[in-house]
Structure formats: C-alpha cells, structure tokens
C-alpha cells in the first residue's frame, strides 16, 4: 500500500500479505496444493519445530503479542514484521539466532493474534515495540538490544531508532524505501472492506498471496505464514476462516512525521537490507537513503530476492544478518550518535 503523508511525502507502505484486497478473490501460489502442506527442507521442519515461548504485553490498552525462543540473559534482538504479518513470519529465521541473542519476535495491533485498535499510529507502534522489549528483559542485559525489522515494521523502527536509540544497539532495516520526494510511487491506497469469510481453511488458503506481487519459490514458507494468518470464525456475518488482520487500520491511521527526517535522526547504529529484485527498492531510493545517512552505513543487497526478503531467500538473509551482528559485536561504531 502506498500511502501519501499529511505532509505531502509518500512512504511505500504495502500490505505483506494480498489478503487485504478483498475485493477480487483470485487463486493465488497456495492453490494447487489444494490445502496439503507442500514439502519442505530440512532446515525449515527443524526450525519451526523449535520450542517458543508465546506471551503478550499491554500497551495502551491492547495485548501485544509476542514469541521468545531464548533466554533474557543474552543480549536482545528483536524482529519486527511487516503490514498485514505477524510474528510467526519470524519462526524460521529466529531459531538461527538464538544461540547467541535473546531472540523475540513481536505482533503489532491490529495484526496477527495482538488486539486491534479504535485508531493506529506510528507512536503507539513505537511505543509497542519498547514494551516488547521492557517484557522480554532486553534492556537489561549489559549490551543493548538491536532491532530488526521488515517493511512496514522498519518505518516503525526508523522511528524506534530516533525516538530511543539512545536504548538501542542498533536497527537493522529490510526493505523499507524512504523515497525521494519526487518519486512517483504509483497506486493510491484502496479502501478495504471487512475480511472476507472462507467456507473451509482449504479456500482460505488458495487465496493468499503477497503485495506486492512477486514470485516465491519457497511454496513451504508461504504456506506456513497463510495458516497462521488465518483464523476459524462464527459470528454474525458468517462460519468459516478469515484472516487475522484489522481490515480498517489504513482508514484510522497517522503516520506523523515523514521518513526521511527521522532517518537522518537516527541515534544509534543503522544497517540497511534490500532485496536485489525488490521492485519498491530500486537504486535510487538506496542512493537517497544513503546520501540521508552520509553514506557511512552498512548496505546489503540480498542476490535474487524481492520485496519479501526473508521469504526468498531466508538462508542468504540469515547469513548476512549474522555476518552484520558478528561484525558490530566487535567493532567500533561507525557513525556517531
């Protein structure tokens, strides 16, 4: 989804998810499985096999949902989602990360299994990802916590790293554009209707697909984020499966200040991540991010993978991800703050 600021700016802000276009059901890459699971590697089974813990934080009076797969006596990194996610976007990649880091991935309102809200802005989704933090005992630990974040999730954290860098080790954002100002970023946002309701979880699931469109060749991992956005349902407008998400969020929404001065606002490391095919990513958001930033920060572009970083090519992210927190483990800030 992209949305146009109150200032006249424009952020990409895109659902992660195809579920919020309600208007126009179409099979997506789940539906010739015909509601089997599709076979999956190794890695991925052993992975989403590992034990978390599943606990939730009050802000402002909604449950925040939460998964920790390690212990708070680790530094902390936390892992933030995109629109329309959820934590559960995070359970292949967080185990790889839990030998060294308290590791904890969130939900914001509105999304997945957390509370929804009467209204939603970039503060209170700030302020969710620093309770999340405060529960887990991240900012107890000698080390401060690092945070990493997805899409809509790192325009969060790009807040986060203004507002409370001072707390933070560091940010890590993934494929969130902050564009120039005269870039044409295309479609106006639509408005969405109520979720749709599905007879039967096989239907729910042959009409997931991902915004922006984009091929994925991990069929496993899309099938297992689709299950867990989706939940069963009997109320007044039907029986059935719907997903999770608030279909409202977008009309009761304000986004404050706009991206670019709270990126140069920064106070505390930066890295930022892209997919290399990332059609909302091209080289001249990266040139205007970096110029923001001085060009003294970390750039990686992950080879073959689109918007969906994490879903195209998870081992790839995984490694560099490692290779960036190894790296700041050691080293001396870069850039002052």
């Known amino acids: 989804m992209l949305v146009r600021q109150r200032n006249g700016t424009e952020s990409s802000v895109k659902p992660d998810s195809e579920q919020a276009e309600q208007e126009r059901?179409?099979?997506?890459?789940?539906?010739?499985?015909?509601?089997?699971?599709?076979?999956?590697?190794e890695w991925f089974t052993n992975a989403v096999a590992s034990g978390y813990e599943t606990r939730f934080v009050r802000v402002n009076g909604a449950r925040i949902h939460y998964q920790s797969w390690s212990s708070s006596?680790?530094?902390?990194?936390?892992?933030?989602?995109?629109?329309?996610?959820?934590?559960?976007?995070?359970?292949f990649i967080a185990p790889y990360f839990a030998k060294s880091f308290n590791v904890?991935?969130?939900?914001?309102?509105?999304?997945?299994?957390?509370?929804?809200?009467?209204?939603?802005?970039?503060?209170?989704?700030?302020e969710e990802q620093i309770a999340?933090?405060?529960?887990?005992?991240?900012?107890?630990?000698?080390?401060?916590?690092?945070?990493?974040?997805?899409?809509?999730?790192?325009?969060?954290?790009?807040?986060?790293g203004a507002r409370y860098g001072h707390r933070l080790a560091g940010t890590v954002i993934v494929d969130s554009p902050v564009n120039p100002p005269d870039r044409d970023?295309?479609?106006?946002?639509?408005?969405?209707?109520?979720?749709?309701?599905?007879?039967?979880?096989n239907t729910a699931l042959s009409r997931f697909r991902l915004a922006p469109p984009q091929p994925c060749e991990n069929d496993y991992v899309l099938d297992y984020i689709a299950r867990w956005?989706?939940?069963?349902v009997d109320n007044e407008r039907g029986k059935g499966w719907c997903w999770r998400f608030?279909?409202?969020i977008w009309q009761r929404f304000d986004f404050g200040r706009p991206g670019s001065e709270l990126l140069k606002a920064t106070a505390c490391r930066i890295a930022l991540f892209r997919g290399e095919d990332s059609e909302i990513f091209p080289d001249e958001v990266k040139d205007y991010m970096q110029q923001l930033l001085d060009r003294n920060v970390p750039f990686v572009s992950i080879p073959h993978a689109h918007h969906h970083v994490m879903l195209d090519q998870p081992l790839a992210f995984i490694a560099a991800l490692r290779?960036?927190?190894?790296?700041?483990?050691?080293?001396?800030?870069?850039r002052q703050t």
């Not at 933090?133 to 954290?157: L, N, R, W, Y």
């Not at 290779?323 to 870069?334: G, I, K, Q, R, V």
């Open 25 to 41: 059901p179409r099979e997506g890459p789940l539906a010739k499985f015909a509601g089997a699971v599709p076979p999956a590697p």
């Open 185 to 201: 970023i295309g479609r106006r946002p639509r408005t969405i209707r109520g979720n749709r309701i599905y007879p039967d979880l």
């Open 246 to 248: 608030d279909p409202d």
């Open 104 to 126: 904890v991935a969130m939900t914001f309102s509105g999304m997945g299994e957390s509370d929804w809200r009467d209204t939603y802005d970039m503060d209170t989704f700030c």
């Open 323 to 334: 290779t960036l927190l190894e790296d700041w483990d050691h080293s001396a800030p870069n």
């Open 229 to 232: 956005s989706l939940k069963q």
């Open 132 to 160: 999340v933090c405060e529960a887990t005992g991240m900012f107890d630990h000698e080390v401060k916590p690092t945070i990493v974040a997805h899409s809509f999730g790192g325009f969060v954290t790009i807040l986060t």
């Open 73 to 91: 006596k680790k530094p902390g990194l936390l892992l933030v989602h995109g629109n329309g996610a959820h934590a559960h976007w995070w359970d």
